[in-house]
């Protein structure tokens, strides 16, 4: 085995988004592509002499390869061990679990997240922090100064390590250790959820589904709910973990859990539904059928989290997404704790945390979570939620109304527009930017617009400051419009519009939500000019 110090030249666009560098797997593939980025992973975040690294992915096509190249480089930048899932597959979550568990210097977390996978599919690739959590954007933004400026990244040349088997291997002066993930993350489960009263709920009777989207969660889902909570076999749906995730779209949404949500939506539906997606950190809730947004579910937890052993003293506060609706700020008000606003991606709510602000916080792209580790849970989140149905043995429905009883409702929807000309997606943007000053005060039916602005953030911790994180539209009775770009595409622009009217009203909770918003989505689509800037005004996606 001989160390190798390979010349290479910068690629152009290495710049991480939301959630780290993704691209086609196609443009992962070019020679040196892969081994640039890591370089200047390993560059930038200076790990001391015989660190241990955590490494895994979401089994998506090029991961195996991937992870031989990573290690064979880890070895080579003076790593003394690393921990590697079992096939090479970590949930995101679980990844922050061993981090954090055996205290390694961070992670590399191979994930497209809910992208489509397989040879024409999307890969990714983030570092986290020695705290388990996503890096800031100081440091992302260090990792791709390094990767414009790199000359040449150190490799072993050595044989391939089999990552199929629990144990240890050496390569050069390294050892990788193949771990099981699956059990240190039940284990961690299974210290915050009360485990016998879900297994007596599943005894009861009730029907569950699980649908695992054929993506990283299948095997952590057979432990946690068969294995360890005595589920009936026929609870899981999808699981098992495929490179291309069946060709599916492993998002869980009402448009891509499309399996799932026939289920629930069909005659003799289940009692409870739930789904997860690439990389296991987002979480979809259904009852029978009946659909619980992100955003609600994220308050109902905040608001019945002194059922769950692990929050039985409490909760130090709540943090939420900018775009995620204000229905978690009405439960901190209620509970006197502080309630964050962040820029979207979980990376911002890693400080918070670090600091004990907060101890739940969650976004409206199905994403909750909380202080056991530093990424968004989706297991962990599905699980929650059976707890409280394993006191409350109430409806999903049932609940979830008897909660906008008591606090009302925040109606909210997500509308996608995927695959616009990125020029056509900067047009709309700078054009609502142009009419902050006529829009302010402009009426439109019973609303009428407060303010205008693109939103700001400054973290309260490390006092960094975040700008251009989205536009927000808001009226004067609490309303909102909010504008924003994706950062985790691969092709094209991808435009969010999300849309939320209070309904203080405790008598309209049948309201369906695209009814319920219809005057504020014609009041996005006049105000945005989208169909004369790029052709189109029906959404791609709606949540
Ligand atoms: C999307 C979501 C965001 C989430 C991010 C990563 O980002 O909107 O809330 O944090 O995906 O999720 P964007 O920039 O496309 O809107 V995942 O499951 O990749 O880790
Ligand atoms: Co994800």
Same mark, same amino acid.
């Given at each position: 085995?001989?160390?190798?110090v390979?010349?290479?030249?910068?690629?152009?666009? /290495?710049?991480?988004g939301?959630?780290?560098?993704?691209?086609? =797997?196609?443009v992962?593939?070019?020679?040196?592509?892969?081994?640039?980025?890591?370089?200047?992973?390993?560059?930038?975040?200076?790990?001391?002499?015989? +660190?241990?690294?955590?490494?895994? #992915?979401?089994?998506?096509?090029?991961?195996?390869?991937?992870i031989?190249?990573?290690?064979?480089?880890? +070895?080579?930048n003076?790593?003394s061990?690393?921990?590697?899932?079992?096939?090479?597959?970590?949930?995101?979550?679980a990844?922050?679990?061993?981090i954090?568990?055996?205290?390694t210097?961070? #992670?590399?977390?191979l994930?497209?997240?809910?992208?489509?996978?397989?040879?024409? #599919?999307?890969?990714g690739?983030?570092?986290?922090?020695?705290?388990?959590?996503?890096?800031?954007?100081?440091?992302?933004? +260090?990792?791709?100064?390094?990767s414009?400026?790199?000359?040449?990244?150190?490799?072993?040349?050595?044989?391939?390590?089999?990552?199929?088997?629990?144990?240890?291997?050496? *390569?050069g002066?390294?050892?990788?250790?193949?771990?099981?993930?699956?059990d240190?993350?039940?284990?961690l489960?299974?210290?915050?959820?009360?485990?016998?009263?879900?297994?007596?709920?599943?005894?009861?009777?009730?029907?569950?589904?699980?649908?695992?989207?054929?993506?990283?969660?299948?095997?952590?889902?057979?432990?946690?709910?068969?294995?360890?909570?005595?589920?009936?076999?026929?609870?899981?749906m999808?699981?098992?973990?495929?490179?291309?995730?069946?060709?599916?779209?492993?998002d869980p949404?009402?448009?891509?859990?499309?399996?799932?949500?026939?289920?629930?939506?069909?005659d003799?539906?289940?009692?409870?539904?739930?789904?997860s997606?690439?990389?296991?950190?987002?979480?979809?809730?259904?009852?029978?059928?009946?659909?619980?947004?992100?955003?609600?579910?994220?308050? *109902?937890?905040?608001?019945?989290?002194?059922l769950i052993p692990?929050?039985? /003293?409490? @909760?130090?506060?709540?943090?939420?997404s900018?775009?995620?609706s204000a229905?978690?700020?009405? =439960? +901190?008000?209620?509970l006197?704790?502080?309630?964050?606003?962040t820029?979207t991606?979980?990376k911002?709510?890693g400080? *918070?945390?670090?600091?004990?602000?907060?101890?739940l916080c969650?976004e409206?792209s199905?994403?909750t979570?909380?202080?056991?580790v530093?990424?968004?849970? #989706?297991?962990?989140?599905?699980?929650?939620?059976?707890?409280?149905?394993a006191?409350?043995?109430?409806?999903v429905?049932?609940?979830?109304?008897?909660?906008?009883a008591?606090y009302?409702?925040?109606?909210?929807?997500?509308?996608?527009?995927?695959?616009?000309?990125?020029?056509a997606?900067?047009?709309?943007?700078?054009?609502?930017?142009?009419?902050?000053?006529?829009?302010?005060?402009?009426?439109?039916?019973?609303?009428?617009?407060?303010?205008?602005?693109d939103?700001s953030?400054?973290?309260?911790?490390?006092?960094?400051?975040?700008?251009?994180?989205?536009?927000? @539209?808001?009226?004067v009775?609490?309303?909102?419009?909010?504008?924003?770009?994706?950062?985790?595409?691969?092709?094209?622009?991808?435009l969010?519009?999300?849309?939320?009217?209070?309904?203080?009203?405790?008598?309209?909770?049948?309201?369906?939500?695209?009814?319920?918003l219809?005057?504020m989505?014609q009041?996005? *689509?006049?105000?945005?000019?989208?169909?004369?800037?790029?052709?189109?005004?029906?959404?791609?996606?709606?949540?």
């Open positions: 085995m001989t160390l190798q390979v010349p290479t030249q910068p690629f152009s666009g /290495q710049k991480p939301t959630s780290g560098l993704r691209k086609r =797997v196609a992962f593939q070019q020679p040196h592509y892969l081994e640039n980025f890591v370089q200047s992973i390993f560059d930038t975040v200076g790990a001391p002499e015989a +660190a241990t690294l955590t490494l895994g #992915g979401d089994g998506r096509y090029f991961n195996r390869q991937a031989q190249i990573i290690l064979k480089m880890a +070895a080579a003076g790593f061990r690393v921990l590697v899932g079992l096939g090479g597959i970590l949930s995101t979550p990844a922050s679990c061993v954090r568990k055996y205290k210097y961070g #992670g590399i977390i994930s497209a997240s809910h992208n489509p996978g397989g040879i024409d #599919g999307d890969f690739i983030k570092y986290n922090t020695p705290n388990g959590g996503p890096a800031p954007e100081k440091i992302t933004e +260090a990792i791709y100064e390094s414009k400026q790199i000359t040449c990244y150190q490799i072993l040349d050595a044989p391939d390590v089999s990552l199929d088997g629990i144990g240890e291997t050496r *390569l002066d390294m050892v990788v250790e193949v771990i099981s993930a699956v240190d993350y039940a284990e489960m299974s210290a915050i959820f009360d485990f016998n009263a879900i297994k007596a709920l599943f005894a009861s009777g009730f029907s569950f589904r699980f649908d695992a989207m054929h993506a990283v969660t299948g095997p952590y889902a057979r432990e946690v709910f068969i294995n360890r909570l005595a589920a009936p076999e026929t609870s899981l999808n699981a098992i973990p495929l490179e291309d995730f069946g060709g599916g779209h492993p949404n009402l448009t891509y859990a499309h399996d799932l949500v026939t289920v629930m939506y069909g003799n539906a289940p009692d409870f539904g739930a789904a997606d690439g990389d296991g950190d987002r979480n979809m809730i259904l009852g029978r059928g009946f659909f619980v947004t992100p955003s609600d579910s994220l308050a *109902l937890l905040a608001a019945n989290a002194r692990a929050y039985a /003293q409490g @909760i130090a506060g709540v943090a939420r900018m775009p995620t229905a978690v700020d009405r =439960v +901190a008000e209620e006197g704790i502080p309630c964050f606003e820029p991606g979980w911002f709510f400080n *918070l945390m670090d600091a004990g602000k907060v101890t969650g409206e199905f994403g979570g909380s202080n056991h530093r990424e968004k849970d #989706g297991l962990w989140a599905v699980l929650f939620w059976l707890n409280i149905l006191i409350k043995r109430q409806p429905e049932n609940i979830m109304k008897r909660h906008w008591q009302g409702r925040n109606v909210y929807s997500r509308h996608d527009y995927e695959g616009l000309p990125t020029d997606a900067a047009g709309v943007i700078n054009h609502i930017h142009a009419s902050f000053i006529s829009l302010t005060g402009k009426q439109f039916g019973r609303y009428t617009i407060q303010v205008c602005d939103f953030y400054t973290d309260s911790v490390d006092g960094s400051i975040s700008n251009n994180q989205g536009i927000r @539209i808001l009226f009775d609490g309303s909102r419009i909010v504008f924003r770009l994706s950062g985790t595409g691969t092709e094209g622009a991808t969010r519009i999300y849309l939320e009217a209070y309904e203080p009203n405790r008598g309209q909770h049948h309201l369906d939500a695209q009814v319920a219809a005057e989505i009041i996005a *689509l006049d105000i945005s000019e989208l169909k004369q800037r790029t052709g189109r005004d029906v959404p791609t996606v709606i949540t």
